[in-house]
């Protein structure tokens, strides 16, 4: 839900006809192409962002690299194709790409009605306001009358005429087809307020000149659960997908990191050996080698390091685990038994 860098279609136009249809195996064809092509963000700092070689880097970039890893070996064997909002789910649908990781919410319609998948929450997310300092404004519910810039047939523009009929607020929705349209609106100074996700909110705050002339308001208007997401008609590549993502989460439950794989390769904990290939089975129950999750770590890490290199406290983001922290910890990622 960020800057727009490169134009999408063009980018979708490039890539069209490298990602076959799930109903060929997207595993076996990911493996023949030797690419896994990935839908991302066309700018979105922390989560999925070009540097100036073109090089994607961020937290959604990770999960696309962690499946490339599970399925040919290679974190980078990865063809990143840039979408907006409005082109992110037909991109799927139609085949050009294999998965896509571009913060996208898990809702029923989207599922029912868009034959999708979302394999697992990966971030835990809520709609939020971001307003300027100057308007003096400490809470959403002081929004009475104000103008909101925010996206058009998005999840947060209902949110939004949800918000403002349940608080009797009479906000009046400035509405844009792209969030960049909506951003620059806001920073513009044609909208009291600009509403997304608190994630999305973060990433442009930090990514302008002035950011602490801004202020991020405390009320949490959603429930945004956000998932990768496939075709529904591969259920082979759902599962791989799906325990790829929750790899990364049991690794940080287990200890083990990026540079602490080769080492763990020896512990006698079941889990540990179940997880990592040392005792078998595992990987080629979906099609992928014994060794998928140990590549998967060794290359991109777990949940936390990539959590907390792309958008954690010490990033430009800042943003705290929270409710994105371990069950044992107190949030709500908790990765299902491997055996």
């Known amino acids: 839900m960020f800057k727009a860098i490169f134009p999408a279609l063009t980018a979708v136009a490039l890539v069209a006809g490298l990602a076959q249809p799930a109903s060929a195996g997207t595993i076996e064809t990911i493996k023949q ?48 194709v840039p979408l907006t909002s409005q082109n992110r789910f037909t991109a799927l649908q139609s085949g050009e ?90 920073l513009g100074g044609r909208c009291d307020a600009y509403t997304t996700d608190m994630s999305g909110l973060a990433a442009t705050r930090a990514a302008i000149n002035n950011p602490d002339d801004y202020v991020i308001l405390p009320e949490v208007i959603s429930k945004e659960p956000i998932s990768v997401a496939v075709r529904q008609d591969d259920p082979a590549f759902l599962h791989a997908v799906r325990w790829t993502m929750y790899a990364m989460i049991e690794a940080e439950e287990l200890g083990i990191t990026a540079a602490t794989v080769d080492q763990h390769m020896k512990d006698e904990n079941p889990e540990t050996k179940r997880l990592l290939g040392a005792t078998p089975g595992l990987g080629t129950s979906m099609g992928l080698t014994d060794s998928w999750a140990a590549d998967v770590i060794r290359q991109v890490g777990n949940y936390g390091e990539s959590f907390d290199r792309n958008v954690g406290p010490k990033t430009a983001l800042g943003l705290q685990r929270g409710i994105n922290e371990l069950w044992s910890k107190g949030g709500l990622l908790y990765a299902p038994p491997f055996r």
């Open 33 to 80: 192409r030797g690419q896994l092509v990935c839908g991302v963000n066309t700018g979105n700092p922390g989560f999925a962002q070009p540097d100036s070689k073109g090089v994607y880097s961020g937290f959604e970039v990770d999960q696309c690299r962690a499946v490339a890893a599970a399925i040919t070996g290679k974190a980078d064997n990865v063809k990143y």
């Open 97 to 186: 790409i294999d998965m896509l990781a571009r913060s996208a919410t898990w809702s029923l319609t989207r599922e029912s009605t868009l034959n999708l998948a979302f394999p697992v929450v990966t971030f835990y997310d809520g709609q939020a306001f971001m307003v300027s300092k100057k308007l003096g404004v400490k809470s959403a519910k002081e929004l009475k009358g104000a103008t909101v810039c925010a996206l058009t047939g998005s999840t947060s523009e209902l949110n939004l005429a949800d918000f403002s009929r349940a608080n009797k607020l009479d906000i009046k929705p400035v509405s844009y087809d792209s969030l960049d349209g909506a951003r620059d609106a806001f």
